[in-house]
């Protein structure tokens, strides 16, 4: 949506693996503007090359990583099919199609407007920017700011660690704002308001009774 509202053409390729179709329809009844989108598979290197033959790409932001912990340590063979042989497919395309601008991301609003800057910044060569608030958040607190932000209850229960869950996780976030002028502005209540806003009006929890159900 980002790039959209920053008047990108936008090329979406999907294999629903984990999204749902509507979801492209729903991009297009809150911006207002229209894509262009192919259902294949990122690793199908014909059917992609058929889409950089069919248009002028300028730059790809790629987000067909998986990155379920439990699922990767239960299938490590499929997580790096899809995380290594898929990407490999576009970079080579990129190659060949001269495509400088690649940024290898994940769909969050405020993380949305840092690839916006990425792509306006990116230049020959490799940068890395990690993206975020530069605030750690546990679990428990995620689901107390869901909780607060959308007056429902979210039933959860202490569990052992997952297979490959690590301790803790965090970044220094400096680099994107010192260089690309990018600061998360939404904090976490904001983004599980807006997470849960959209899952209700837009992907069908609303009409499932999942709001009915937590209240």
Known sequence: ?????????????????????????????????????YKTDVSDEEAMETIFKSHKVDGIIHFTGLKAVGESVEKPIEYYYNNLVRTLVLTKLCKKYNVNKFVFSSYVMDLAKGHVAALNKLQLGVNIYNLGTGEGTSVLQLIKAFEEANSIKIPYEIAPRRQGDIASCYADVSKAERELGWKAKFDIIKMCRDA????????????????????
């Open 1 to 37: 949506m980002e790039l959209l509202n920053n008047n990108y053409s936008v090329i979406v390729d999907d294999n629903f693996y984990n999204s749902k179709a509507e979801t492209i329809d729903n991009i297009k009844k809150i911006t207002n503007k229209e894509l262009t989108f």
């Open 196 to 215: 849960w806003r959209f899952e209700f009006n837009f992907c069908g929890s609303g009409r499932y009774g999942i709001y009915k159900y937590y209240k």
